[in-house]
């Protein structure tokens, strides 16, 4: 989707970012228009591969306070989550603060799948790549916090998890402020309802590494010719906190709810993750929703989405939200 974070760069400038971080030329440029906040591009270089740039948005642009040094909290999870045993691409190299993009910029090796929001599967398939995916986030999720809850490299963090996460929602409100976000309650409305239910967060008390946009556009998929697709790898990290593992559950039944009979936690269970849906973990759950929906809502601001591409997102975000505070006003 086109974005005013997106950074535009001309073919002399992506030839001399992968001369000076590879070593190689490029041949060929595509710039990808899938992402939301970063821009991309897929590169074919002269030594036959192709790999994935990722460049941060202006350093003079104005995002969310938990967007701050997303590409850096992405090559982290790359560092960490890889020898847990979470399929991903390979991180080729990193660079924070290049001098002549003013920003941070990732290379990564390029994929040959596609996204599971691009192929055409069966219910069978489809229910057994939500097991397969499971098995991932309970992968994902042994990889342990150093005690500290929230976004680091934002600043956004706390001693406990009711701690950051209200930090973190705090800051989001904040942004709604600033960018006059429409929003179908006031914030005084949306602050209440989630500290009058914060008592439920206490109930998680080891960070774990959560990735916070598993929607099925950020899973690419694989197959042998005549079989059944696999995952082939998780991209886009750069959400990542430390916080509940619950959370990962919302962007997979994103506008929906999260059930029960789902094969997503029939795998992650599997796996060796823990998870039960009790009372205060449905609380715990509608809060998360409501706080994706408010950045899926109040990102607009910055970012300035092409309205003809965007009025989906906001009529279910919102829609979304409402939701979300109706049940917490319910408890």
Same mark, same amino acid.
């Not at 309970?138 to 976004?151: N, Q, R």
């Not at 706390?158 to 989001?172: Q, Y």
């Not at 697709?229 to 430390?242: C, L, T």
């Not at 994706?292 to 965007?310: A, C, F, K, T």
């Given at each position: 989707?086109?974005?005013?974070?997106?950074?535009?760069?001309?073919?002399?400038?992506?030839?001399?970012?992968?001369?000076?971080?590879?070593?190689?030329?490029?041949?060929?440029?595509?710039?990808?228009?899938?992402?939301?906040?970063?821009?991309?591009?897929?590169?074919?270089?002269?030594?036959?591969?192709?790999?994935?740039?990722?460049? #941060?948005?202006?350093?003079?642009?104005?995002?969310?306070?938990?967007?701050?040094?997303?590409?850096?909290?992405?090559?982290?999870?790359?560092?960490?989550?890889?020898?847990?045993?979470?399929?991903?691409?390979? +991180?080729?190299?990193?660079?924070?603060?290049?001098?002549?993009?003013?920003?941070?910029?990732?290379?990564?090796? #390029?994929?040959?799948?596609?996204?599971?929001?691009?192929?055409?599967?069966?219910?069978?398939?489809?229910?057994?790549?939500?097991?397969? +995916?499971?098995?991932?986030?309970?992968?994902?999720?042994?990889?342990?916090?150093?005690?500290?809850?929230?976004?680091?490299?934002?600043?956004?963090?706390?001693?406990?998890?009711?701690?950051?996460?209200?930090?973190?929602?705090?800051?989001?409100?904040?942004?709604?402020?600033?960018?006059?976000?429409?929003?179908?309650?006031?914030?005084?409305?949306?602050?209440?309802?989630?500290?009058?239910?914060?008592?439920?967060?206490?109930?998680?008390?080891?960070?774990?590494?959560?990735?916070?946009?598993?929607?099925?556009?950020?899973?690419?998929?694989?197959?042998?010719?005549?079989?059944?697709?696999?995952?082939?790898?998780?991209?886009?990290?750069?959400? #990542?906190?430390?916080?509940?593992?619950?959370?990962?559950?919302?962007?997979?039944?994103?506008?929906?709810?999260?059930?029960?009979?789902?094969?997503?936690?029939?795998?992650?269970?599997?796996?060796?993750?823990?998870?039960?849906?009790?009372?205060?973990?449905?609380?715990?759950?509608?809060?998360?929703?409501?706080?994706?929906?408010?950045?899926?809502?109040?990102?607009?601001?910055?970012?300035?989405?092409?309205?003809?591409?965007?009025?989906?997102?906001?009529?279910?975000?919102?829609?979304?939200?409402?939701?979300?505070?109706?049940?917490?006003?319910?408890?």
């Amino acid at each position: 989707m086109d974005s005013r974070t997106k950074q535009r760069l001309t073919t002399a400038q992506l030839g001399t970012l992968i001369r000076g971080a590879l070593g190689t030329e490029v041949t060929s440029a595509e710039e990808l228009r899938d992402g939301f906040a970063n821009a991309v591009w897929l590169l074919t270089l002269d030594d036959g591969r192709q790999v994935v740039l990722k460049v #941060a948005p202006p350093p003079d642009l104005d995002l969310l306070r938990y967007e701050r040094a997303l590409l850096r909290t992405e090559a982290l999870v790359y560092h960490l989550a890889a020898p847990a045993g979470v399929p991903l691409p390979r +991180l080729l190299h990193s660079g924070f603060d290049d001098p002549e993009l003013g920003s941070d910029y990732l290379i990564i090796s #390029a994929l040959d799948g596609v996204p599971w929001n691009q192929a055409s599967l069966s219910e069978e398939d489809d229910a057994a790549l939500r097991h397969e +995916l499971g098995h991932c986030i309970a992968a994902l999720h042994t990889v342990p916090g150093d005690g500290v809850f929230g976004y680091p490299y934002a600043a956004l963090t706390g001693p406990t998890w009711r701690d950051a996460f209200l930090v973190m929602t705090g800051a989001l409100l904040d942004d709604a402020v600033r960018y006059r976000t429409p929003l179908p309650c006031s914030l005084v409305d949306i602050a209440g309802a989630i500290h009058a239910n914060a008592f439920a967060l206490d109930a998680v008390t080891v960070p774990s590494l959560v990735h916070f946009d598993l929607w099925p556009g950020n899973v690419f998929l694989t197959a042998e010719p005549g079989g059944r697709p696999r995952i082939q790898a998780v991209i886009d990290h750069e959400r #990542a906190f430390w916080g509940d593992p619950l959370a990962d559950f919302v962007t997979p039944t994103i506008f929906g709810e999260l059930r029960d009979d789902d094969p997503l936690l029939a795998g992650y269970r599997e796996a060796g993750g823990r998870v039960s849906l009790t009372p205060d973990a449905v609380t715990r759950d509608a809060l998360y929703r409501v706080y994706l929906y408010m950045i899926l809502l109040v990102e607009d601001g910055p970012r300035q989405y092409p309205e003809e591409s965007y009025a989906r997102i906001r009529d279910l975000a919102t829609a979304g939200l409402t939701r979300s505070l109706t049940f917490l006003r319910q408890r």
